[in-house]
């Protein structure tokens, strides 16, 4: 079973930056699509980023495009997500993701594996 586990949130000020960390447990992971998700309170969880198993291919939701780089490291089976200019509304709980089909399935919002999630505040 795949296990995603992700690292970096914090607290930061508006304006500021954080990088995600997401590490798999397995190299076979190294072959999946992955990408992040993120979901504040009240709100439904939504999609951020994602990036092919070769990193050829990226993909941003528009609220982040310019500001989030998402990238991956296949030789430490992790995959980052690069946030600069963070702003009050990126407060939310980030949650990893892969899928072995490809981004696609990311970036619809169904990945086969998910991350326990890592808390991000933006104080204004």
């Known amino acids: 079973q795949v296990q995603l586990v992700e690292s970096g949130g914090g607290l930061v000020q508006a304006g500021g930056s954080l990088r995600l960390s997401c590490a798999a447990s397995?190299?076979?992971?190294?072959?999946?699509?992955m990408g992040w998700f993120r979901q504040a309170p009240g709100k439904e969880r939504e999609f951020v980023a994602a990036?092919?198993?070769?990193?050829?291919?990226?993909y941003y939701a528009d609220s982040v495009k310019g500001r989030f780089t998402i990238s991956r490291d296949n030789a430490k089976n992790t995959v980052y997500l690069q946030m600069n200019s963070l702003k009050a509304e990126d407060t939310a709980g980030y949650y990893c993701a892969a899928d072995p089909i490809g981004p696609r399935a990311i970036v619809g919002g169904r990945p086969s594996y998910w991350g326990q999630g890592t808390q991000v505040t933006v104080s204004s």
């Open positions: 990036i092919s198993w070769s990193a050829d291919n990226t």
């Open positions: 397995e190299r076979t992971v190294n072959w999946y699509a």
